[in-house]
């Protein structure tokens, strides 16, 4: 799939003068069931596939298959209906709700869009029962938005994707905006939500703990492309793309010990404008392990790897993976402290914050 927005000038009459590549050509899946986690820095270009995937960004090419159904080719009627399996929890709770419709009338909108109001009874139980769900209080549905704290709307948006019987959850960065202690309670409700309704979810977001404690797969992204994919365990375990490291390593540690011994890489230069992306491997400009032969020219394809240790199914978009893991290559141009060889090397490169931190 890939996105591109135009950029245009003009004084009379707009011309394209160019392209911002939001996405840029990503390739992947998700089961059902499943939670997959997006990660990437801010202007990677996460939040705007996860809405190309609904069509509420239309996607410049590529297709969107949704129980064999391609999503991006529909029009119309049918695009409408199709919506019902699909919806999404936006990332600002307060800016997402209409903050002149109560909570009641929020939640029947899309109710009565898909006709799935018959009476009023029946629909004042589904409502009663969705707030429940989410942990609100029947009073709940006669008061607005602004009357909630943040974490009481976004439970509020997530009883409205819910209120259509979706298969299909896209949570935009859902607890970005949230107190940690907050984040918590949001994060143990999706996992709740999806075990009784049995939920697909995308969740974007760039908290590499959270994504860690909620995700089955992740998929890491850098400037508008897939870098790196394997299940949660084996990506923290054995990050494999240099980018994918550098983020594992800005991770703080909860032990003053490990932090001030284990191996940080700081990455050099500054993040290239997804108007003009670098030839090549898009991430060479700033990669410790570059090299001219190949990394300036060749972009790189999204392959399965087989390491030693590293789970089948780990993709990673980088010439020389292998090499990199082995040690073959080693870093240049980075600042790093070496890692203790006392600690082991479950100390120093697998203790991220676990989930019972979340």
Request: hydrophobic share 35%; net charge negative; aromatic share 6%.
């Amino acid at each position: 799939m890939k996105v591109h927005f135009p950029i245009k000038r003009g004084l009379i009459f707009d011309k394209v003068v160019g392209h911002v590549y939001a996405v840029d050509g990503i390739d992947l899946q998700i089961k059902r069931g499943e939670t997959y986690g997006l990660v990437g820095e801010s202007g990677c270009g996460k939040s705007t596939f996860g809405r190309a995937l609904l069509r509420l960004e239309e996607p410049t090419e590529g297709t969107a298959y949704f129980d064999g159904v391609d999503i991006a080719s529909l029009k119309g009627e049918e695009l409408r209906t199709k919506r019902k399996d699909m919806q999404m929890v936006f990332q600002d709770p307060l800016s997402s709700l209409d903050p002149r419709q109560t909570v009641e009338a929020l939640l029947l909108e899309g109710m009565q869009a898909h006709g799935l109001t018959k009476d009023k009874a029946t629909a004042g139980k589904r409502l009663r029962e969705l707030l429940s769900a989410v942990g609100l209080p029947p009073a709940a549905l006669k008061k607005y938005p602004h009357e909630f704290s943040g974490g009481q709307r976004q439970r509020i948006g997530i009883a409205r994707a819910l209120s259509v019987d979706p298969k299909l959850i896209v949570a935009d960065e859902p607890v970005s905006a949230l107190d940690v202690s907050v984040q918590a309670q949001v994060i143990n409700l999706l996992e709740d939500l999806q075990e009784e309704f049995g939920l697909t979810y995308l969740v974007v977001a760039h908290d590499l703990a959270v994504v860690r404690h909620i995700s089955d797969r992740i998929g890491v992204m850098y400037l508008g492309s897939l870098v790196e994919e394997s299940d949660a365990d084996s990506l923290y375990a054995e990050p494999l793309h240099p980018y994918t490291r550098a983020l594992m390593s800005a991770v703080p540690v909860p032990d003053p010990t490990i932090e001030d011994t284990r191996e940080r890489i700081i990455l050099v230069g500054d993040l290239p404008s997804p108007a003009n992306p670098p030839s090549g491997c898009r991430f060479h400009t700033r990669c410790p392990w570059r090299q001219e032969s190949k990394c300036d020219t060749d972009r790189p394809e999204l392959r399965v790897v087989q390491i030693n240790g590293v789970s089948a199914g780990h993709r990673v978009a980088c010439h020389y993976a292998e090499q990199i893991q082995s040690g073959e290559l080693q870093p240049h141009d980075v600042q790093a402290v070496a890692v203790d060889p006392n600690l082991g090397e479950s100390d120093a490169g697998g203790s991220m914050f676990q989930p019972e931190s979340v």
